[in-house]
């Protein structure tokens, strides 16, 4: 604990200071403050008490006391008054620190590189990092508390240092025993919180899944809520049984810390009588040492509590900075390239990428060209790499052998926000972002007050009556779990995804099944609208409904990560190969 406090104090201090500088001046101020109260406190005290426990009568010794009584009482207020500021000052830093971690921690996870959601253990290490977050709102108050403590403390024990030399070793052996058992209790909650961590994490998925209102017709209807408590259940039983497994751990420590404290803590007053009883000391110093003993335990008592606190807390903002740093690692950094616009081609050459953790290769030895006005359509069975050749050819991500280029540059050298503001891509599964209607059509890009091209897309997607019904038209909110939203049907809301993608006038658009949901007149609107806007860009089109393949200038069949044939419709359509074969099982029906 002596070793990493400093370290942690000092990156609090750090966060804090960047946050907000006037706040952490007056909380100093106010823990220096605190500590000359203790130190003119005792020491007025132990003026008092000469008179008032020496000779003559009750009011002689009183208005001989008053001068001191009076210190006693202004350093009283002094340090309530700074404990109030302090408070103050606490309330100032602590939010906007919170917010500020929890941001830091989103923008991590969202400038990672793509292929890191991929890799086990991810997840966990993200949930871990989360529980750092959810520290920091105690993170201030704990180190001020802290640090207050710590202040006393000095200022007690000077006191008590003076008083009698003795005493404040004898206090010291007090509550070291409290100060280990604090640091062994928090290693046993943290170990257990790494523990229950995975398990953690998938029971919140599941709840999220479970509770859910888009999907509660499903669980309903299939009889899913018993399985489904039963789960959730089981997952909390799971972390429950780890944590009741390190109760008796738990209570071993707290009885063997507070037996040796009690021992020290009972030889300590012990000494005092001794000192009193033998005239080693005056009385009116015995009471005084009283009071300091009492003051110098309690001061001492919250710096191991607090300094415990402290500790646990820091083992989880390990975990967050080390999540944090390991982030960073991994934001994308391929090189100070820029694009060109326009961009005329993109090259595979020989591509292969392989997930992290998988066997075999997902996308495997894939070579492509594309030019500017061309439609491609990507065809084949589930888990052909579709979508992962798409990922390829918008950089989200890189090959592991192999290159892809747009105008002759390799991605892999290329900053990769100025390829992906040049992309528009509509996946396979979508967000439905609980945000007014316009802010799901402009997401990503740069706000404006016109309307005139958020319509225009719309249009596109043959959604105009749908969102002019809708209660606020473009400024209806897209939640029904929040108060005054509304609900898009399934169709509805891939049309949406797709007037996202055309809204941003992409120089690669990239459509993966973009009307599985909609209805033949939907469907027929928007591969029309391909057709119409191609000029412009290259446009790839996954999809396992082949007759929409019609429109395509060029079309692969993946199988297995690799294109097995490739031309033109009607020339695969009577090939006799794959996609002949699909063809005539899409029709016979």
């Not at 979508?430 to 316009?438: G, H, I, K, S």
């Amino acid at each position: 604990m002596c070793a990493r406090i400093p370290a942690v104090l000092g990156r609090i201090a750090r966060l804090s200071w960047r946050i907000d500088r006037r706040a952490v001046q007056l909380l100093v101020g106010c823990q220096v403050v605190t500590g000359v109260s203790a130190a003119v406190l005792l020491t007025a005290t132990a003026r008092a008490m000469e008179p008032v426990l020496g000779a003559g009568s009750a009011g002689h010794r009183l208005r001989g006391a008053l001068p001191a009584l009076l210190v006693v009482a202004l350093a009283a207020a002094l340090a309530r008054t700074a404990g109030a500021l302090a408070s103050y000052a606490d309330r100032r830093i602590t939010p906007r620190l919170t917010t500020e971690t929890d941001s830091a921690l989103v923008e991590a996870v969202c400038r990672v590189e793509a292929v890191a959601y991929a890799e086990d253990g991810f997840a966990d290490r993200r949930e871990a990092a989360e529980m750092g977050v959810s520290r920091t709102h105690v993170m201030v108050t704990d180190a001020q508390r802290f640090v207050s403590a710590v202040i006393r403390m000095v200022t007690a024990s000077g006191v008590l240092s003076v008083l009698n030399p003795l005493m404040l070793p004898l206090l010291l052996l007090a509550v070291l025993p409290a100060g280990v058992g604090a640091v062994l209790s928090a290693r046993v909650d943290y170990e257990i919180h790494y523990a229950n961590v995975a398990d953690r994490n998938v029971r919140g998925m599941m709840r999220w899944w479970a509770t859910e209102a888009r999907y509660s017709d499903e669980v309903r209807a299939n009889s899913m809520t018993d399985y489904l408590v039963y789960w959730h259940r089981a997952l909390s039983d799971r972390c429950d049984r780890r944590s009741l497994a390190a109760a008796p751990r738990t209570l071993r420590i707290a009885l063997l810390s507070a037996l040796a404290g009690g021992v020290f803590l009972l030889a300590t007053w012990g000494v005092l009588a001794w000192l009193a009883v033998s005239g080693r000391v005056d009385l009116a110093v015995a009471a005084t040492a009283v009071i300091a003993v009492q003051t110098t335990l309690a001061a001492l008592s919250q710096v191991v509590v607090n300094g415990a606190a402290v500790f646990h807390t820091s083992l989880y903002l390990g975990d967050m900075q080390s999540f944090l740093d390991d982030a960073a690692a991994r934001a994308p950094r391929r090189g100070p390239g820029r694009l060109t616009a326009p961009v005329d081609e993109i090259r595979l050459d020989q591509v292969v990428y392989r997930y992290p953790g998988r066997d075999k290769n997902a996308v495997d030895g894939v070579s492509l060209a594309l030019r500017r006005g061309q439609i491609l359509a990507v065809v084949g069975a589930n888990g052909s790499g579709k979508s992962t050749l798409t990922r390829l050819l918008t950089g989200v991500y890189l090959p592991d052998k192999g290159a892809v280029s747009w105008n002759g540059t390799d991605l892999a050298g290329v900053d990769p926000v100025t390829v992906w503001a040049r992309t528009g891509l509509v996946p396979q599964i979508f967000a439905q972002w609980p945000l007014r209607v316009r802010e799901n059509v402009t997401l990503g890009q740069p706000r404006t007050h016109d309307d005139t091209a958020v319509w225009e897309a719309v249009d596109a997607v043959g959604l105009r009556e749908a969102v002019e019904d809708l209660p606020a038209g473009l400024d209806t909110l897209l939640a029904r779990d929040i108060f005054g939203g509304t609900e898009l049907s399934g169709g509805q809301w891939q049309r949406v995804a797709c007037s996202r993608a055309l809204y941003r006038r992409p120089e690669l658009l990239i459509l993966d099944e973009p009307t599985s949901q909609m209805d033949p007149q939907g469907e027929h609107q928007i591969f029309e609208k391909i057709k119409a806007i191609s000029a412009d860009r290259i446009t790839i089109v996954v999809t396992h409904r082949l007759e929409n393949t019609r429109i395509a200038d060029h079309i692969v069949v993946m199988e297995h990560g690799r294109i097995t044939e490739q031309g033109r419709y009607d020339d695969l359509a009577h090939g006799g190969g794959t996609f002949a074969e699909l063809l005539e099982l899409s029709q016979d029906r």
